[in-house]
């Protein structure tokens, strides 16, 4: 399977716990995400790499937050002290170097749903 | 602020019932509009993208257009297999170098 893999699928944990979940974009793509979406919701922005460089967090990604892309390959996301408001399904995407003038889509993985208890 | 707003919410049709979504938005500068189709637990599969108003695109029984304010997703003749969420997003030129934003989604139930 060449497209982009997330693990694990599924995480329950108790408040106040740290979690820490894994991307593997496609191996091509030098570009990676990272979304929130919640039921009824669509994705919302969290985090993007630009190889191993953090280049932009959102607002949304508070201190408990923390990102990381070593070597440019995988990335994790770490949120330490959950909270039941950090439940939610945690998706990754890539997308390739884009050519001048054209947006490249971001191709997504199949998500990571967080239950916090 | 950048805004994208889907509707309908839900959207129930017969097997070969056509019909449209819409997706509204307001960006500062539009440099790319997408659609993607999400199913149940899996993530969003990317459809279109469109860049310039008057433009159109088709996939199988998906047509996708765009006006200086909004988009249309037309889908004919449907069948269950495209009963999915359809989320739009938008890309502005003023964002950041990927940041796109996502509307919530318009749930589309196609019964046989």
């Known amino acids: 399977d060449t497209g982009v893999s997330q693990n694990p699928r599924h995480k329950i944990t108790k408040r106040g716990q740290n979690v820490t979940f894994r991307c593997d974009p496609i191996?091509?793509?030098?570009?990676l995400y990272w979304y929130r979406q919640t039921l009824g919701q669509g994705p919302e922005f969290l985090t993007y790499?630009?190889?191993?460089?953090?280049?932009?967090k959102s607002r949304l990604l508070s201190d408990r937050f923390s990102a990381e892309r070593p070597k440019g390959s995988f990335s994790t996301l770490e949120i330490q002290r959950t909270e039941q408001g950090d439940s939610a399904m945690y998706l990754c995407?890539?997308?390739?170097?884009?050519?001048?003038?054209?947006?490249?889509?971001?191709?997504f993985g199949p998500g990571t749903r967080l239950t916090v208890l | 602020e950048d805004q994208v707003t889907q509707s309908p919410e839900a959207l129930r049709l017969q097997e070969g019932e056509s019909s449209s979504l819409n997706c509204s938005y307001t960006?500062?500068?539009?440099?790319?509009l997408f659609w993607y189709r999400q199913d149940p637990g899996k993530g969003p599969e990317f459809l279109f993208t469109l860049y310039s108003a008057g433009e159109e695109k088709e996939k199988e029984r998906l047509k996708a257009t765009l006006t200086k304010k909004e988009s249309f997703l037309h889908i004919t003749a449907p069948k269950p297999e495209d009963s999915a969420t359809y989320l739009c997003?938008?890309?502005?030129?003023?964002?950041?170098?990927?940041?796109?934003?996502f509307g919530s989604g318009t749930r589309l139930s196609i019964r046989p």
């Open positions: 191996s091509e793509h030098n570009r």
């Open positions: 960006v500062s500068g539009l440099r790319g």
């Open positions: 995407a890539s997308s390739p170097k884009p050519l001048t003038g054209v947006l490249n889509e971001q191709f």
């Open positions: 790499f630009q190889n191993e460089a953090q280049l932009e």
């Open positions: 997003a938008v890309r502005s030129g003023y964002s950041s170098a990927s940041k796109i934003i």
